[in-house]
Protein backbone atom coordinates (compact mmCIF):
# COMPACT_ATOMS: atom_id res chain seq x y z
CA UNK A 1 0.00 0.00 0.00
CA UNK A 2 1.15 3.82 -0.56
CA UNK A 3 0.24 6.44 2.03
CA UNK A 4 -1.24 9.44 0.15
CA UNK A 5 -3.55 12.29 0.67
CA UNK A 6 -6.34 14.19 -0.17
CA UNK A 7 -9.12 16.22 0.87
CA UNK A 8 -12.37 14.53 2.36
CA UNK A 9 -15.62 15.41 3.99
CA UNK A 10 -16.38 13.47 7.48
CA UNK A 11 -20.16 14.00 6.91
CA UNK A 12 -22.99 15.75 5.02
CA UNK A 13 -22.38 18.89 6.93
CA UNK A 14 -19.10 19.25 7.92
CA UNK A 15 -16.25 21.54 5.58
CA UNK A 16 -13.42 19.52 3.49
CA UNK A 17 -10.13 18.50 5.77
CA UNK A 18 -6.67 17.43 4.70
CA UNK A 19 -6.98 13.38 4.72
CA UNK A 20 -4.46 10.96 4.92
CA UNK A 21 -5.73 7.20 3.05
CA UNK A 22 -3.79 4.63 0.85
CA UNK A 23 -3.86 3.47 -2.22
CA UNK A 24 -3.16 -0.11 -2.97
CA UNK A 25 0.29 -1.26 -5.10
CA UNK A 26 -0.42 -1.79 -8.96
CA UNK A 27 -1.04 -4.88 -9.76
CA UNK A 28 -0.21 -6.44 -13.42
CA UNK A 29 -3.23 -4.65 -15.34
CA UNK A 30 -2.89 -1.33 -13.15
CA UNK A 31 -1.65 1.63 -13.48
CA UNK A 32 -0.39 4.43 -10.88
CA UNK A 33 -1.28 7.65 -11.88
CA UNK A 34 -0.18 11.16 -10.25
CA UNK A 35 -2.94 13.13 -10.48
CA UNK A 36 -2.62 16.66 -11.33
CA UNK A 37 -5.58 18.23 -12.38
CA UNK A 38 -9.13 17.33 -11.05
CA UNK A 39 -12.41 18.90 -12.04
CA UNK A 40 -15.54 19.65 -9.99
CA UNK A 41 -18.36 18.80 -10.97
CA UNK A 42 -21.85 19.21 -9.36
CA UNK A 43 -21.82 15.85 -9.12
CA UNK A 44 -19.48 15.73 -6.15
CA UNK A 45 -21.58 18.49 -4.17
CA UNK A 46 -24.65 16.74 -4.52
CA UNK A 47 -22.93 13.58 -2.70
CA UNK A 48 -20.66 15.70 -0.48
CA UNK A 49 -23.91 16.82 1.49
CA UNK A 50 -25.34 13.71 0.76
CA UNK A 51 -28.24 15.44 -1.56
CA UNK A 52 -29.33 12.06 -3.44
CA UNK A 53 -28.91 10.19 -0.10
CA UNK A 54 -26.93 6.94 0.44
CA UNK A 55 -23.55 8.87 0.69
CA UNK A 56 -20.17 7.38 2.26
CA UNK A 57 -17.90 8.79 4.55
CA UNK A 58 -15.23 9.82 4.99
CA UNK A 59 -15.52 10.91 1.12
CA UNK A 60 -13.01 12.02 -1.18
CA UNK A 61 -14.48 13.37 -4.65
CA UNK A 62 -13.19 14.04 -8.00
CA UNK A 63 -13.77 12.06 -11.00
CA UNK A 64 -12.75 14.31 -13.65
CA UNK A 65 -9.31 13.49 -13.30
CA UNK A 66 -5.61 13.89 -15.65
CA UNK A 67 -2.39 13.55 -14.35
CA UNK A 68 0.52 11.30 -14.83
CA UNK A 69 1.98 7.79 -14.59
CA UNK A 70 4.44 6.76 -12.15
CA UNK A 71 4.36 3.11 -12.23
CA UNK A 72 2.72 0.09 -14.59
CA UNK A 73 1.94 -3.48 -13.76
CA UNK A 74 3.94 -5.92 -15.93
CA UNK A 75 0.96 -6.87 -17.98
CA UNK A 76 0.03 -2.95 -18.77
CA UNK A 77 0.23 -2.65 -22.61
CA UNK A 78 -0.99 0.73 -23.47
CA UNK A 79 0.72 2.86 -21.03
CA UNK A 80 4.00 3.50 -19.79
CA UNK A 81 5.81 5.70 -17.03
CA UNK A 82 5.54 9.11 -18.24
CA UNK A 83 2.67 9.11 -20.18
CA UNK A 84 -0.34 11.09 -19.76
CA UNK A 85 -3.61 9.59 -18.51
CA UNK A 86 -7.23 10.37 -17.02
CA UNK A 87 -10.19 8.83 -15.44
CA UNK A 88 -13.37 9.09 -15.52
CA UNK A 89 -16.46 9.07 -13.15
CA UNK A 90 -15.38 4.77 -12.58
CA UNK A 91 -12.98 2.47 -12.02
CA UNK A 92 -14.19 -0.56 -12.84
CA UNK A 93 -17.55 -2.80 -13.59
CA UNK A 94 -18.27 -6.66 -13.61
CA UNK A 95 -17.11 -7.37 -17.33
CA UNK A 96 -19.47 -9.91 -17.91
CA UNK A 97 -22.69 -8.61 -18.38
CA UNK A 98 -24.29 -7.52 -21.21
CA UNK A 99 -23.47 -3.63 -20.76
CA UNK A 100 -19.92 -4.34 -20.02
CA UNK A 101 -19.83 -6.50 -23.65
CA UNK A 102 -22.10 -4.02 -25.52
CA UNK A 103 -19.47 -0.98 -24.13
CA UNK A 104 -21.81 0.55 -21.49
CA UNK A 105 -20.11 0.05 -18.11
CA UNK A 106 -22.09 2.86 -17.10
CA UNK A 107 -24.74 0.66 -17.36
CA UNK A 108 -23.32 -2.25 -15.68
CA UNK A 109 -25.84 -4.54 -14.51
CA UNK A 110 -24.13 -5.85 -11.75
CA UNK A 111 -21.53 -3.53 -10.08
CA UNK A 112 -20.27 -0.08 -11.68
CA UNK A 113 -17.67 0.60 -9.48
CA UNK A 114 -17.41 4.53 -9.02
CA UNK A 115 -14.44 6.16 -8.62
CA UNK A 116 -15.73 7.93 -5.44
CA UNK A 117 -18.42 7.35 -2.98
CA UNK A 118 -18.37 3.34 -4.30
CA UNK A 119 -17.12 0.29 -2.80
CA UNK A 120 -14.52 -1.81 -5.11
CA UNK A 121 -15.74 -5.61 -6.38
CA UNK A 122 -15.31 -6.79 -3.06
CA UNK A 123 -18.11 -4.83 -2.13
CA UNK A 124 -16.47 -3.46 1.10
CA UNK A 125 -13.22 -1.81 0.17
CA UNK A 126 -14.72 2.62 -0.28
CA UNK A 127 -13.12 4.36 -3.37
CA UNK A 128 -11.67 7.91 -3.48
CA UNK A 129 -12.01 10.49 -6.13
CA UNK A 130 -9.42 12.81 -7.25
CA UNK A 131 -9.56 15.19 -5.12
CA UNK A 132 -6.29 14.05 -4.40
CA UNK A 133 -2.83 13.01 -5.20
CA UNK A 134 -2.40 9.60 -6.56
CA UNK A 135 -5.14 6.78 -7.61
CA UNK A 136 -4.19 3.37 -9.60
CA UNK A 137 -6.89 1.89 -12.02
CA UNK A 138 -6.83 -0.90 -14.16
CA UNK A 139 -5.58 0.35 -17.21
CA UNK A 140 -8.74 -0.63 -18.93
CA UNK A 141 -10.97 1.95 -17.47
CA UNK A 142 -8.03 4.59 -17.88
CA UNK A 143 -8.41 6.69 -20.70
CA UNK A 144 -5.22 8.40 -22.83
CA UNK A 145 -5.26 11.84 -22.98
CA UNK A 146 -4.13 13.75 -26.03
CA UNK A 147 -0.49 15.47 -25.35
CA UNK A 148 -1.53 18.44 -27.63
CA UNK A 149 -4.46 19.93 -25.32
CA UNK A 150 -3.82 22.13 -22.19
CA UNK A 151 -4.15 19.50 -19.44
CA UNK A 152 -5.88 21.46 -16.90
CA UNK A 153 -8.50 22.36 -19.53
CA UNK A 154 -8.76 18.52 -20.52
CA UNK A 155 -9.58 16.84 -17.04
CA UNK A 156 -13.78 18.42 -17.66
CA UNK A 157 -13.85 15.95 -20.59
CA UNK A 158 -14.16 13.19 -18.21
CA UNK A 159 -17.38 14.00 -16.88
CA UNK A 160 -18.87 17.06 -18.52
CA UNK A 161 -17.58 16.69 -21.78
CA UNK A 162 -18.92 12.67 -22.27
CA UNK A 163 -22.12 13.38 -20.43
CA UNK A 164 -22.85 15.58 -22.82
CA UNK A 165 -21.25 13.96 -26.25
CA UNK A 166 -23.02 10.84 -25.55
CA UNK A 167 -26.22 11.79 -26.04
CA UNK A 168 -25.29 14.23 -28.97
CA UNK A 169 -24.18 11.28 -30.59
CA UNK A 170 -26.83 8.66 -29.43
CA UNK A 171 -29.69 10.66 -31.05
CA UNK A 172 -26.72 11.74 -34.16
CA UNK A 173 -27.47 15.25 -33.63
CA UNK A 174 -26.16 17.50 -36.21
CA UNK A 175 -26.97 19.94 -39.27
CA UNK A 176 -31.13 20.55 -39.44
CA UNK A 177 -31.13 19.95 -35.60
CA UNK A 178 -32.77 22.96 -33.45
CA UNK A 179 -30.82 22.08 -30.38
CA UNK A 180 -31.49 23.96 -26.74
CA UNK A 181 -29.47 23.52 -24.11
CA UNK A 182 -31.07 24.48 -20.70
CA UNK A 183 -28.53 25.68 -17.91
CA UNK A 184 -24.89 26.85 -19.05
CA UNK A 185 -22.86 25.34 -16.13
CA UNK A 186 -20.11 22.61 -16.64
CA UNK A 187 -21.86 20.17 -18.27
CA UNK A 188 -24.00 22.94 -20.60
CA UNK A 189 -20.89 24.96 -21.94
CA UNK A 190 -19.73 21.76 -23.17
CA UNK A 191 -23.03 20.61 -24.56
CA UNK A 192 -22.90 23.85 -26.53
CA UNK A 193 -19.32 23.37 -28.11
CA UNK A 194 -20.31 19.83 -29.16
CA UNK A 195 -23.72 20.46 -30.52
CA UNK A 196 -21.78 23.40 -32.37
CA UNK A 197 -19.06 21.20 -33.96
CA UNK A 198 -21.79 18.83 -34.95
CA UNK A 199 -23.48 21.46 -37.03
CA UNK A 200 -26.42 21.94 -35.30
CA UNK A 201 -28.27 25.57 -34.59
CA UNK A 202 -27.88 25.62 -30.87
CA UNK A 203 -29.93 27.81 -28.22
CA UNK A 204 -29.06 28.51 -24.62
CA UNK A 205 -31.83 28.49 -22.31
CA UNK A 206 -30.70 30.37 -18.93
CA UNK A 207 -31.73 31.66 -15.86
CA UNK A 208 -29.02 34.11 -15.85
CA UNK A 209 -29.50 36.93 -18.55
CA UNK A 210 -25.49 37.82 -17.80
CA UNK A 211 -24.35 34.94 -19.74
CA UNK A 212 -25.65 35.85 -23.23
CA UNK A 213 -22.65 37.49 -24.16
CA UNK A 214 -20.62 34.04 -23.02
CA UNK A 215 -22.88 31.56 -24.34
CA UNK A 216 -22.46 33.67 -27.74
CA UNK A 217 -18.71 33.37 -28.01
CA UNK A 218 -19.18 29.83 -26.83
CA UNK A 219 -20.49 29.23 -30.19
CA UNK A 220 -24.46 29.35 -29.54
CA UNK A 221 -26.61 31.14 -32.27
CA UNK A 222 -29.55 32.41 -29.95
CA UNK A 223 -29.70 32.80 -26.38
CA UNK A 224 -32.98 33.17 -24.00
CA UNK A 225 -33.57 33.81 -20.66
CA UNK A 226 -36.05 32.37 -19.02
CA UNK A 227 -36.47 33.85 -16.40
CA UNK A 228 -38.14 37.18 -19.19
CA UNK A 229 -41.17 36.88 -19.29
CA UNK A 230 -43.33 35.33 -22.11
CA UNK A 231 -39.60 33.43 -22.82
CA UNK A 232 -41.73 29.90 -22.49
CA UNK A 233 -44.75 31.58 -24.67
CA UNK A 234 -42.84 32.78 -27.53
CA UNK A 235 -40.16 29.95 -27.88
CA UNK A 236 -42.92 26.79 -27.38
CA UNK A 237 -42.35 24.10 -30.23
CA UNK A 238 -39.32 25.68 -31.72
CA UNK A 239 -36.71 22.85 -30.56
CA UNK A 240 -35.95 18.95 -32.24
CA UNK A 241 -33.31 18.31 -29.25
CA UNK A 242 -33.28 19.58 -25.36
CA UNK A 243 -30.29 18.96 -23.05
CA UNK A 244 -31.03 19.58 -19.94
CA UNK A 245 -28.36 19.85 -17.90
CA UNK A 246 -29.99 21.91 -14.52
CA UNK A 247 -28.75 20.73 -10.93
CA UNK A 248 -31.48 22.47 -9.32
CA UNK A 249 -35.51 21.89 -9.14
CA UNK A 250 -37.36 23.47 -12.00
CA UNK A 251 -40.67 23.27 -13.80
CA UNK A 252 -39.52 20.21 -16.09
CA UNK A 253 -43.36 20.74 -18.18
CA UNK A 254 -42.55 24.33 -18.99
CA UNK A 255 -39.49 23.57 -21.07
CA UNK A 256 -40.67 20.07 -22.35
CA UNK A 257 -43.37 22.72 -24.34
CA UNK A 258 -40.40 24.39 -25.93
CA UNK A 259 -40.21 20.98 -28.10
CA UNK A 260 -41.71 20.58 -31.40
CA UNK A 261 -43.96 17.42 -32.31
CA UNK A 262 -41.70 14.46 -31.65
CA UNK A 263 -38.84 16.37 -30.26
CA UNK A 264 -36.48 14.43 -27.48
CA UNK A 265 -35.68 16.01 -23.94
CA UNK A 266 -32.78 14.08 -22.33
CA UNK A 267 -32.04 14.63 -18.84
CA UNK A 268 -28.64 14.96 -17.53
CA UNK A 269 -28.96 16.97 -14.42
CA UNK A 270 -29.95 15.52 -11.14
CA UNK A 271 -31.72 17.58 -8.71
CA UNK A 272 -32.04 16.73 -5.45
CA UNK A 273 -35.86 16.73 -5.65
CA UNK A 274 -37.81 14.45 -8.04
CA UNK A 275 -39.62 16.49 -10.93
CA UNK A 276 -43.93 16.16 -11.12
CA UNK A 277 -44.18 15.39 -14.77
CA UNK A 278 -47.45 16.50 -16.64
CA UNK A 279 -48.48 13.47 -18.83
CA UNK A 280 -49.82 16.39 -21.00
CA UNK A 281 -46.91 17.72 -21.68
CA UNK A 282 -45.66 14.74 -23.55
CA UNK A 283 -48.82 13.18 -24.84
CA UNK A 284 -50.06 16.07 -27.15
CA UNK A 285 -47.27 16.55 -29.36
CA UNK A 286 -46.19 13.04 -28.91
CA UNK A 287 -43.10 14.63 -27.16
CA UNK A 288 -40.35 12.10 -25.36
CA UNK A 289 -37.92 12.44 -22.47
CA UNK A 290 -34.98 10.32 -21.65
CA UNK A 291 -31.75 10.36 -19.60
CA UNK A 292 -28.34 9.23 -20.55
CA UNK A 293 -25.30 8.73 -18.26
CA UNK A 294 -21.54 9.72 -18.89
CA UNK A 295 -20.74 7.34 -21.38
CA UNK A 296 -18.40 3.77 -21.59
CA UNK A 297 -14.91 3.82 -21.92
CA UNK A 298 -14.61 3.17 -25.65
CA UNK A 299 -17.15 6.40 -26.11
CA UNK A 300 -14.81 8.14 -23.67
CA UNK A 301 -12.06 7.95 -25.64
CA UNK A 302 -13.09 8.32 -28.97
CA UNK A 303 -14.73 11.75 -27.46
CA UNK A 304 -11.14 12.42 -26.14
CA UNK A 305 -9.54 11.72 -29.54
CA UNK A 306 -12.83 14.16 -31.19
CA UNK A 307 -11.44 16.38 -28.69
CA UNK A 308 -8.03 16.77 -30.05
CA UNK A 309 -9.61 16.54 -33.74
CA UNK A 310 -11.94 19.29 -33.20
CA UNK A 311 -9.63 21.54 -30.35
CA UNK A 312 -12.10 21.23 -28.11
CA UNK A 313 -11.55 21.90 -24.31
CA UNK A 314 -13.48 23.12 -21.17
CA UNK A 315 -13.23 26.57 -20.44
CA UNK A 316 -11.76 26.26 -16.70
CA UNK A 317 -10.70 28.35 -13.38
CA UNK A 318 -7.86 26.93 -11.90
CA UNK A 319 -8.00 26.94 -7.97
CA UNK A 320 -5.41 25.62 -5.27
CA UNK A 321 -7.79 23.07 -2.96
CA UNK A 322 -8.45 25.23 0.04
CA UNK A 323 -10.31 27.09 -2.43
CA UNK A 324 -12.43 24.12 -2.65
CA UNK A 325 -15.40 25.17 0.12
CA UNK A 326 -15.45 28.69 -1.45
CA UNK A 327 -15.75 26.90 -5.03
CA UNK A 328 -18.60 24.88 -4.04
CA UNK A 329 -20.73 27.99 -2.83
CA UNK A 330 -19.77 29.79 -6.21
CA UNK A 331 -21.09 26.84 -8.43
CA UNK A 332 -24.29 26.85 -6.37
CA UNK A 333 -25.14 30.63 -7.13
CA UNK A 334 -24.04 29.71 -10.83
CA UNK A 335 -21.29 31.45 -10.50
CA UNK A 336 -18.22 30.33 -12.54
CA UNK A 337 -16.93 30.36 -16.55
CA UNK A 338 -17.74 27.07 -16.42
CA UNK A 339 -15.59 24.87 -14.18
CA UNK A 340 -13.21 24.42 -11.29
CA UNK A 341 -10.37 22.93 -11.92
CA UNK A 342 -8.00 21.66 -8.91
CA UNK A 343 -4.45 21.88 -9.29
CA UNK A 344 -3.36 19.21 -7.03
CA UNK A 345 0.11 20.73 -6.67
CA UNK A 346 -1.12 23.03 -4.20
CA UNK A 347 -2.14 19.86 -2.35
P1 LIG B 1 -23.22 23.35 -12.75
O1 LIG B 1 -21.92 23.64 -13.39
O2 LIG B 1 -23.47 23.81 -11.37
O3 LIG B 1 -24.36 23.93 -13.73
C1 LIG B 1 -25.72 23.81 -13.47
C2 LIG B 1 -26.48 24.92 -14.18
O4 LIG B 1 -27.88 24.75 -13.93
C3 LIG B 1 -26.20 26.33 -13.65
O5 LIG B 1 -25.05 26.91 -14.23
C4 LIG B 1 -27.45 27.09 -14.04
O6 LIG B 1 -27.34 27.55 -15.39
C5 LIG B 1 -28.53 26.01 -14.05
N1 LIG B 1 -29.46 26.18 -12.92
C6 LIG B 1 -29.14 26.20 -11.62
N2 LIG B 1 -30.25 26.34 -10.88
C7 LIG B 1 -31.29 26.39 -11.75
C8 LIG B 1 -32.70 26.49 -11.62
N3 LIG B 1 -33.28 26.59 -10.42
N4 LIG B 1 -33.49 26.50 -12.75
C9 LIG B 1 -32.92 26.42 -13.95
N5 LIG B 1 -31.57 26.32 -14.14
C10 LIG B 1 -30.78 26.30 -13.06
O7 LIG B 1 -23.51 21.78 -12.74
P2 LIG B 1 -22.90 20.64 -13.69
O8 LIG B 1 -21.65 20.14 -13.09
O9 LIG B 1 -22.95 21.07 -15.09
O10 LIG B 1 -23.98 19.47 -13.45
C11 LIG B 1 -25.34 19.65 -13.83
C12 LIG B 1 -26.18 18.50 -13.32
O11 LIG B 1 -25.84 17.30 -14.06
C13 LIG B 1 -25.95 18.14 -11.85
O12 LIG B 1 -27.19 17.80 -11.27
C14 LIG B 1 -25.04 16.93 -11.92
O13 LIG B 1 -25.15 16.09 -10.80
C15 LIG B 1 -25.57 16.25 -13.14
N6 LIG B 1 -24.64 15.30 -13.81
C16 LIG B 1 -25.19 14.23 -14.43
C17 LIG B 1 -24.38 13.37 -15.14
C18 LIG B 1 -24.99 12.24 -15.89
O14 LIG B 1 -24.28 11.29 -16.23
N7 LIG B 1 -26.25 12.29 -16.20
C19 LIG B 1 -23.00 13.57 -15.17
C20 LIG B 1 -22.47 14.69 -14.53
C21 LIG B 1 -23.30 15.56 -13.85
P3 LIG B 1 -27.94 28.98 -15.86
O15 LIG B 1 -27.28 29.99 -14.97
O16 LIG B 1 -27.52 29.06 -17.27
O17 LIG B 1 -29.42 28.90 -15.67
ZN1 LIG C 1 -19.47 14.58 -12.92
Same mark, same amino acid.
Given at each position: ????????????????????????????????????????????????? *????????????????????????????????? *????????????????????? @??????? #????? +???? /????????????????????? +?? @???????? @?? #???????????? +??????????????????????????????????? &?? !??? %????????????????????????? $?????????????? $?????? #? *?? $? &? +??????????????? !???????? $???? %??????????? @?????? /????? %?????? #????????????????????????????????? *? %????
Amino acid at each position: MTETKGYAVQDSKSPFIPFSFERREPGDGDVEIEILYCGVCHSDIHQAR *DEWGGSIYPMIPGHEIVGKVKRIGHNVKRFKVG *DLAGVGCFVDSCRTCSSCHDH @LEQYCEK #HMVGT +YNSV /EKDLKTPTYGGYSKLIVVDEK +YT @LRIPESLP @LS #HVAPLLCAGITT +YSPLRYWKIGSGHDVAIMGLGGLGHMAVKFAVSMG &AK !VTV %LSTSKQKESAAKALGAHHFICTKEE $NAFKENAEKFDFII $NAVSAP #H *DT $N &A +YLGLLKREGVMVVLG !VPDKPTAL $NQAS %LIMKRRKIAGS @LIGGIK /ETQEM %LDYCEK #HRITSDVEVISIDYIEKAYERMIKGDVNYRFVI *D %LSTL
